[in-house]
């Protein structure tokens, strides 16, 4: 009977027990709640306003507008037109200069013809003094002998009157002037090509006598 009753005792008390600790687990929530509450309904109090998503979106797109805005205003800033006008005037300047540098090529009919008839055909043509020498009758015959005829002329040995330095000067000479002379070399230096038939006679056109 005792042992009965004590274990009754021991259930009560473990009944007891139990109910105990389901009562302190259970008030902590309770009480907890109201706090967790207050505290999300503080900050939303106090916390300063945050702009919506719908706000968010429109701030972040006044970015592109300006940067929009920018690149508009740099387009129509810039002169395109500055360049290509310097262009042209470059152009021009261009133009002008290589015409300034034009060089005329010296040629046989040209520049060799007329002297050759007015300082050299006289004499060298056949029953002229210089004929036994070079005959310089036709055209092929001068380009055929144009070395020879540029180291006389270069030298002076030809036309050969005056004989020296040393002579009287005679009234009609057959000297070749400077300016004349120059071409006379240029158009040997290129060649010697004939720009006309080699047949063509050159003539004296000054007596010798």
């Not at 968010?56 to 740099?74: F, I, K, Y």
Request: hydrophobic share 35%; with cysteine; proline share 8%.
């Amino acid at each position: 009977m005792t042992s009965n009753i004590a274990q009754r005792a021991v259930v009560a008390f473990v009944a007891v027990a139990i109910a105990g600790c389901s009562a302190s687990q259970t008030e902590p929530v309770a009480i907890e709640a109201p706090s967790v509450t207050t505290v999300a309904e503080g900050v939303d109090e106090t916390s300063p306003s945050t702009p919506e998503a719908g706000e968010s979106g429109s701030t972040t797109t006044d970015a592109p507008a300006s940067s929009q805005s920018d690149s508009e205003t740099s387009t129509t800033t810039s002169p395109p037109l500055t360049s290509e006008s310097d262009a042209v005037t470059d152009d021009t300047e261009t133009d002008d200069t290589d015409s300034d540098d034009v060089v005329v090529e010296a040629t046989f009919s040209s520049a060799v013809a007329p002297v050759m008839s007015n300082n050299c055909g006289s004499c060298h043509n056949p029953g002229g003094p210089g004929s036994v020498h070079w005959n310089l009758s036709e055209a092929r015959d001068v380009s055929e002998n144009a070395q020879f005829i540029r180291a006389a002329l270069l030298s002076g040995y030809m036309p050969p009157w005056p004989a020296s330095n040393l002579g009287v000067a005679y009234k009609n000479s057959f000297a070749i002037e400077e300016e004349a002379l120059a071409p006379i070399i240029e158009w040997i230096d290129n060649g010697a090509v004939l720009d006309v038939d080699p047949t063509t006679p050159v003539i004296g056109g000054r007596s010798v006598r």
